[in-house]
T-cell receptor
Framework: SQQGEEDPQALSIQEGENATMNCSYK?????LQWYRQNSGRGLVHLIL?????REKHSGRLRVTLDTSKKSSSLLITASRAADTASYFC??????????FGKGTSLLVTP | AAGVIQSPRHLIKEKRETATLKCYPI?????VYWYQQGPGQDPQFLIS???????DKGSIPDRFSAQQFSDYHSELNMSSLELGDSALYFC????????????????FGAGTRLSVL
């Protein structure tokens, strides 16, 4: 990955619990995005946070951004089995490549 | 709503053969991107096109080439295939436009799984 690491690499929780995954990046950014990927499928955009924002919510998702630490976190509240997927953070300017983190593999068991 | 369409979904080739992957972006999207994702890896950017012109280039091998046609569909051509080319290949599209706040949200196709034997 050109950007950095995500941790944890794998996370296993039970339905109803919250899942938190973290992402670090290396360069200055204008925005940061989170994408979800079900096994062997395409990536789906979840949420975008701009560099001048510190927190953003979308449904059960909460994203934080700390530009001083070059890090972001994604919180999924009240997780469901259907949330089982890999989650990637990504940075990149409009019209240019997305640089993905290594991804966190989330398993939510009933 | 229409999504990004990729074909074929699966492709099996032998070493040294060639392969062509096709991508049909979301209608009215002006930018197409190609990514390669190896097993257990994050997607790696290969190349992109804005309004049919190459706009950005990543870690695309010289054996690969791509273009975007007048109808905005794109093709990724891969020659002299190697075992290491086995991967998922994704196409994504976005609308950059002008006079809009840039967001760079990309919409991905379901991918083509290439297996090189």
């Amino acid at each position: 990955s050109q950007q950095g690491e995500e941790d944890p690499q794998a996370l296993s929780i039970q339905e109803g619990e919250n899942a938190t995954m973290n992402c670090s990046y290396k360069t200055s950014i204008n925005n940061l995005q989170w994408y979800r990927q079900n096994s062997g499928r395409g990536l789906v955009h979840l949420i975008l946070i701009r560099s001048n924002e510190r927190e953003k919510h979308s449904g059960r998702l909460r994203v934080t951004l700390d530009t001083s630490k070059k890090s972001s976190s994604l919180l999924i509240t009240a997780s469901r089995a259907a949330d089982t997927a890999s989650y990637f953070c990504a940075t990149g300017d409009s019209g240019y490549a997305l640089n993905f983190g290594k991804g966190t593999s989330l398993l939510v068991t009933p | 709503a229409a999504g990004v369409i990729q074909s074929p979904r699966h492709l099996i080739k032998e070493k040294r053969e060639t392969a062509t992957l096709k991508c049909y972006p979301i209608p009215r999207h002006d930018t197409v991107y190609w990514y390669q994702q190896g097993p257990g890896q994050d997607p790696q950017f290969l190349i992109s096109f804005y309004e049919k012109m190459q706009s950005d280039k990543g870690s695309i091998p010289d054996r690969f080439s791509a273009q975007q046609f007048s109808d905005y569909h794109s093709e990724l051509n891969m020659s002299s295939l190697e075992l290491g080319d086995s991967a998922l290949y994704f196409c994504a599209s976005s609308l950059i436009g002008w006079g809009q706040v840039a967001k760079n949200i990309q919409y991905f196709g379901a991918g083509t799984r290439l297996s090189v034997l």
